[in-house]
């Protein structure tokens, strides 16, 4: 028997939980970076985008409600990949000059990812018709870009720290 063939709308499902997935282990990772972090400003940075990662959870559970399915997570290897080299990085660069521009440059591999995908989910939502699902997927993308220039500004006080060190 012939599998059905997948579709734009599928490929749309299957990335909304992969992204899930990746934004509730976003919320557990900031939390760590905030308790690794000695910059002050970055320590902020973490605590704060992490409430904000918790609000983008809630944001994706929408979205699954205006599809009409289920929330699920599944499993996200990319972020995998990404926490747990910033885990490897916490435990060679914890505690050391460098440490805190470290800890910058994997949230900002994390930012970046979701920059990706709420792009694309974005983009898919409003060529699938689902307007209103576009619109909460900009709004994280907003915050994500958000997030990422503040990193970036964080970080190039840290590099120059690190490099002074």
């Not at 063939?5 to 899930?20: G, I, N, P, Q, R």
């Not at 400003?41 to 399915?69: C, M, P, T």
């Not at 709004?139 to 190039?156: G, N, P, V, Y």
């Amino acid at each position: 028997m012939a599998t059905k063939e997948k579709t734009l709308d599928d490929a749309f499902y299957e990335t909304l939980k992969d992204v899930y997935y990746a934004e509730k282990q976003s919320v557990k990772a900031l939390k760590k970076s905030a308790k690794s972090a000695e910059h002050d400003d970055l320590k902020q940075a973490f605590i704060a985008h992490g409430e904000e990662s918790a609000v983008q959870v809630e944001r994706l559970q929408q979205v699954f409600e205006l599809i009409g399915k289920p929330a699920r997570a599944k499993t996200c290897e990319a972020m995998q990949g990404i926490t747990s080299e910033m885990e490897e990085d916490l435990e060679d660069f914890g505690g050391t000059p460098a440490g805190d521009a470290v800890l910058a440059a994997c949230a900002q591999a994390v930012e970046h990812y979701e920059i990706a995908r709420y792009g694309t989910l974005k983009t898919w939502a409003t060529q699938l018709g689902h307007a209103d699902a576009a619109k909460l997927l900009d709004e994280t993308l907003q915050e994500e870009k958000k997030a990422d220039a503040l990193l970036s500004k964080i970080a190039q006080k840290l590099n120059a720290a690190a490099k002074a060190a």
